[in-house]
């Protein structure tokens, strides 16, 4: 008798594991609803910025892209001189005015992670973003498992394209892209990758389409984690 007892008492305590486990999973698969938000026409230059807001609300967070980018993005700004491009280095800061058309360039992922710690330290949040350059498309993929990330592609996912200007960070010099973007990558599918993207909304891309452009400019990724 007491054997039954104890195997009743098993399994009402495994069937309540289950339903909590199953409580938290659709909690956080509610966190991470899809969230859409187009960058123009405030922030023409801001796709970075954009994305960040978009993965933050898609965790539960209420930021605006104004907030973002006014009080928690590094900036620095670009000017013209002799023919040479001067500014900061977008490893560390976005370079120009996401705000202009003709006067934004881009950033890279340790100066959008460090936005959008900035923002959850004042929140008093202990989850934290982190910063990837160069990770394999596997690490990705189990990336994407856990949930979504902003990744850095080409627009149209086409090959990158270089300014003919020269780029001149004080320490170092380059020839900035023209076609960088930024999306927020929800998940991969049977379709390929299901992004949003804060030019051209939700839509999936074949996933080789994907991977090129990914890996073109440095497989680049900011995350939860």
């Keep these: 008798m007491k054997k039954k007892r104890k195997l009743k008492a098993w399994i009402k305590w495994t069937v309540a594991i289950g339903i909590c486990l199953s409580g938290i999973a659709w909690l956080q698969k509610e966190e991470k609803k899809e969230v859409l938000i187009f960058q123009n026409p405030e922030f023409p230059n801001g796709c970075e910025i954009t ?83 160069g990770i394999t498309i596997q690490q990705l993929d189990e990336q994407l498992h856990n949930g979504p990330v902003v990744c850095w592609v080409t627009i149209g996912y086409e090959t990158p394209m270089y300014s003919t200007l020269v780029y001149n960070t004080g320490m170092t010099t380059f020839q900035p892209f023209t076609n960088l973007h930024c999306i927020v990558v929800k998940e991969k599918t049977m379709q390929g990758y299901a992004v949003l993207d804060p030019l051209r909304g939700s839509y999936s891309v074949e996933e080789t389409i994907f991977q090129n452009s990914f890996v073109s400019v440095g497989s680049r990724v900011v995350h939860f984690g």
Aim: overall charge negative.
């Design 51 to 133: 994305s960040l807001t978009m993965l933050l609300q898609m965790y539960g967070y209420t930021p605006s892209v104004a907030l973002l980018y006014d009080q928690y993005l590094a900036k620095g700004e670009v000017t013209l001189q002799d023919g040479v491009l001067y500014g900061p280095d977008p490893e560390v800061a976005y370079a120009g005015d996401a705000r202009s058309e003709d006067r934004g360039w881009y950033c890279y992922e340790m100066p959008l992670a460090e936005a959008g710690n900035g923002y959850l330290v004042s929140l008093g949040e202990a989850q934290r973003l982190t910063g990837v350059q």
